[in-house]
């Protein structure tokens, strides 16, 4: 998660046997550590699998080198778990399959999952309209029924907040669920008390998309802030954000003046910078507690469901 994703949360999660997923601008740009450091920074504190998120969207060159190098840099420091969203994973694919890894494409309709199974991904994960950062639009059952024919095992990502809510996908057919929300109220993420305690007494009505952040709907919790700030691109972007051309640029534009405000509205329990990111999860979340914990008490939900 961009910009929630520390390596102590990373870790933890890890060392509960989920898969930690390491954000490699949220590693470096916001919490300050150069890539390889912060991997084994990641690394000392568990031993056991990790993931890295790659953002493949075809945006700079410099950006694509960088990527590049990020994910060399990855597997070199023995990470073979890849989640790709948006753009086309086959490079992906090609460089981290030759070194014995495995790739999971997001996706949130069944075009970009045949786009993903087209590049070679090992797997999907199935972003939902329920979803903390860029939500789908179809709930968890339709992409289900959408995804299911393309023949790949399918996470579900969006809305799960409690041991319920991820027997409830299991039981479904999805084959394991990718959480964000539910991550950043633990007291090992860095984010500050004031954005944990905003999840925690969150319901769903208080989540709502914006585009004025990325150009494209990002949910966020409707705070002050986000109120001043808008839910909907104004009119030349819109215009802007349509062309052909114009397209690319726009979204780079975007995203690095979201890139800014995000990390602004992270750290510090400032009221004037509650932009936070968050999804419809947050009706299930109670409380502030270890990421383990909750790795290890949706688990034995889970045991406790399938043995039933
Ligand atoms: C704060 C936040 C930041 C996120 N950043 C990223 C990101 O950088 N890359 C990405 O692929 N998905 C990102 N996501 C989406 C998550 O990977 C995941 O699909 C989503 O959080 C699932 O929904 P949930 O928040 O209801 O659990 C982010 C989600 C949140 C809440």
Redesign the pocket.
């Known amino acids: ?5 520390n390596p102590e949360l990373v870790a933890a999660v890890s060392e509960a046997g989920g898969i930690g ?1 390491v ?1 490699p ?2 590693l470096t740009y916001v919490h300050g550590h150069d890539f390889r450091e912060g991997l084994r920074l990641v690394r000392r504190l568990t031993s056991k699998p990790i993931g890295m ?1 790659a ?1 493949i969207e075809e945006s700079s060159k410099t950006y694509r080198t960088r990527m590049e190098r990020w994910i060399e840099v990855a597997l070199e420091e023995g990470v073979r778990f890849f ?1 790709t ?1 948006l753009g086309n994973p086959r490079w992906v694919v090609d460089r981290v399959s030759a070194a014995g890894g495995v790739v999971y494409h ?1 996706v949130t309709e069944r075009k970009w999952g045949e786009k993903g199974r087209d590049g070679g991904v090992d797997g999907l ?1 199935a ?1 939902n309209d ?5 939500a789908g639009g179809r709930s968890a059952k339709e992409l289900l029924e959408e995804l299911l024919p393309l023949g790949l095992p399918l996470v579900c ?5 409690n041991e319920d809510d991820f027997a409830r996908v299991l039981r479904m057919g999805y084959a394991g669920a ?5 991550f ?1 109220a633990t007291p090992e993420c860095r984010a500050s008390e004031a954005y944990k305690r905003a999840i925690v007494a969150a319901g769903e009505r208080d989540v709502v998309l914006t585009e004025r952040l990325t150009g494209v709907p990002v ?1 966020v919790i409707d705070t002050p802030s986000v109120r001043r700030l808008g839910t909907r691109a104004g009119p030349v972007a819109r215009l802007l954000l349509r062309g052909r051309r114009t397209k690319r640029w726009m979204r780079t534009i975007y995203a690095l003046r979201s890139l800014r405000a ?1 990390k602004r509205g992270l750290l510090r329990d400032a009221p004037e910078r509650d932009v936070w ?5 947050v009706a299930g979340i109670e409380r502030i507690e270890p990421a383990g914990e909750i790795v290890r008490r949706f688990a034995a939900a889970w045991r406790a469901t399938a043995a039933a």
């Open positions: 998660m961009y910009p929630c994703s997923i954000q601008i949220s998120n953002l989640v969203s997001d994960v972003v329920r979803a903390g950062g860029h990502a969006g809305g799960i907040g990718q959480l964000g929300t539910r950043i949910a995000l990111q968050a999804g419809k999860s």
